[in-house]
Nanobody, 128 residues
């Protein structure tokens, strides 16, 4: 079991940057590949990116590729997403997620069903 709490959301102007954090509880954080999703008003939740258990492998959605970086600190049970060159269309609630804890060391999950644990979300608003 793992519990996730996101932080770091807020209001930022277009072109600006934000770093979201996700704090995990549980003894085996390194057993979980982690991901970030987002949900804009009136839209379905969409995949943003993921990072492997070891932190060596990452995968990003085309919509954010080149603008975001996901990292993790297994010792402190934290996952981060650094978002740069933000656009108004990045406005959404951002969710941290952990997979089911059964993936290989370097796997980067991408589908919502691959994730078994979710945070409560943090709002990111990008003004034009």
């Amino acid at each position: 079991q793992v519990q996730l709490v996101e932080s770091g959301g807020g209001l930022v102007q277009a072109g600006g940057s934000l770093r979201l954090s996700c704090a995990a509880s549980g003894r085996t954080f390194s057993s979980y590949a982690m991901g970030w999703f987002r949900q804009a008003p009136g839209k379905e939740r969409e995949f943003v990116g993921s990072i492997s258990r070891t932190g060596t492998d990452t995968y990003y959605a085309d919509s954010v590729k080149g603008r975001i970086t996901i990292s993790r600190d297994n010792a402190n049970k934290m996952v981060y997403v650094q978002m740069n060159s933000l656009k108004p269309e990045d406005t959404a609630v951002y969710y941290c997620a952990a997979d089911h804890g059964r993936s290989s060391y370097y796997y980067t999950p991408r589908k919502e069903l691959e994730f078994g644990y979710w945070g409560q979300g943090t709002q990111v608003t990008v003004s034009s």
